[in-house]
T-cell receptor
Framework: TQLLEQSPQFLSIQEGENLTVYCNSS?????LQWYRQEPGEGPVLLVTVVTGGEVKKLKRLTFQFGDARKDSSLHITAAQPGDTGLYLC???????????FGRGTQLTVWP | EAGVVQSPRYKIIEKKQPVAFWCNPISGHNTLYWYLQNLGQGPELLIR????????DSQLPKDRFSAERLKGVDSTLKIQPAELGDSAVYLC???????????????FGPGTRLTVL
């Protein structure tokens, strides 16, 4: 059972386009993290959001935590081929602070 | 500074054979995690260590999986005997000290890709 549902599962776009990836759950998380994973590598942390309604920006990436701390979104402006990768959201649950990962969104940006 | 080191990177075995994976965390990191990542899925926690103590191992299938972190530094994950369904990527991660804080960052190794034939 996936605690965190990510959509879309796959996204293929042209360089310069904007996109949004969603991470939804029926559970409340104390914090939510976004990771990016490239082929043959482990995930790398991009951002942590903690407060309901929080918005964080990392260059062309904008992350938002839902008011109820159950969902999050990642928006990329003017995507570049270097943004290609698997984007994973992960929520920190109440069970020993365990991190629960979503299935991921595979993003491909074509030049 | 060196990242999390895992070996081997790839392993192919026949079912019912044993297999072991090794992880060396970032120097000074007290917390070590083993995750399982199936194709098309996100990582799932198998076990978490705080120094030598396994503080979260409820998701480790103990009938065939075992792990150890004897000196609180590097760790070994073993499967015996392996089954076809064990084919996956096994990721190791570490963090300075996971107190359950919101901003705890886990640093992942590149993983070991296991194929069971």
């Amino acid at each position: 059972t996936q605690l965190l549902e990510q959509s879309p599962q796959f996204l293929s776009i042209q360089e310069g386009e904007n996109l949004t990836v969603y991470c939804n759950s029926s559970s409340v998380f104390s914090s939510l993290q976004w990771y990016r994973q490239e082929p043959g590598e482990g995930p790398v942390l991009l951002v942590t959001v903690v407060t309901g309604g929080e918005v964080k920006k990392l260059k062309r990436l904008t992350f938002q935590f839902g008011d109820a701390r159950k969902d999050s979104s990642l928006h990329i402006t003017a995507a570049q081929p270097g943004d290609t990768g698997l984007y994973l959201c992960a929520g920190r649950g109440s069970t020993l602070g365990r991190l629960y990962f979503g299935r991921g969104t595979q993003l491909t940006v074509w030049p | 500074e060196a990242g999390v080191v895992q070996s081997p990177r790839y392993k192919i075995i026949e079912k019912k054979q044993p297999v072991a994976f090794w992880c060396n965390p970032i120097s000074g990191h007290n917390t070590l995690y083993w995750y399982l990542q199936n194709l098309g899925q996100g990582p799932e926690l198998l076990i978490r260590y705080e120094n030598e103590e396994a503080v979260d191992d409820s998701q480790l299938p103990k009938d065939r999986f075992s792990a150890e972190r004897l000196k609180g530094v590097d760790s070994t994950l073993k499967i015996q005997p392996a089954e076809l369904g064990d084919s996956a990527v096994y990721l190791c991660a570490s963090s300075p000290y996971d107190r359950g804080g919101a901003y705890n960052e886990q640093f992942f190794g590149p993983g070991t890709r296991l194929t069971v034939l």
